[in-house]
C-alpha cells in the first residue's frame, strides 16, 4: 500500500474510533436524560396525588364545620327553648305557692 493511502485508512479507523466513542457517550446522556424524565414524572404524579388527597380532606373539613356550625346553632336554639320553659315553670310554681298563700289564709 501506498502512504497517502496508509494515512487515510489511520485516519479513517480513529475518526471511526471518536465516532463510536461518542456515539457511546450520546447514548449514555440519552438514557440519563429518560431516567430523569422518568422520575421526576413520578414525583408529579406523587405530588398530584398528595395534592389530590389534600383537596378531598379540606372537603371534609368543610363539611364538618358546616355540621359544627348547624349543631351549634340547633343547640342554641333548644337552650333558648329551655330557658324558656325554665322561666314559665318558675312563674307557674310561684303562682301555684301564692294561690295556696291565699288558700291557707
Known amino acids: 500500500m501506498e502512504k497517502p ?4 485508512v489511520i485516519k479513517d479507523l480513529i475518526t471511526g474510533d471518536e465516532a463510536k466513542e461518542t456515539l457511546t457517550l450520546t447514548e449514555t ?3 440519563l436524560l ?3 424524565v422518568n422520575l421526576k414524572d413520578s414525583v408529579i ?3 398530584e396525588t398528595k395534592i389530590g388527597n389534600f ?8 363539611k364538618q ?5 348547624e349543631l351549634s346553632k340547633r343547640l342554641q336554639a333548644d337552650l333558648k327553648k329551655q330557658k324558656l320553659r325554665t322561666k314559665l315553670m318558675g312563674g307557674a310554681g310561684i303562682l301555684v305557692a301564692v294561690g295556696v298563700a291565699i288558700l291557707v289564709k
Not at 55 to 62: A, F, L
Not at 65 to 69: A, D, G, R, W
Open 29 to 31: 446522556k440519552i438514557n
Open 5 to 8: 493511502i496508509v494515512k487515510l
Open 45 to 47: 404524579v406523587s405530588l
Open 34 to 36: 429518560e431516567n430523569k
Open 65 to 69: 364545620l358546616s355540621l359544627s356550625e
Open 55 to 62: 383537596e378531598s380532606i379540606m372537603d371534609n373539613r368543610s
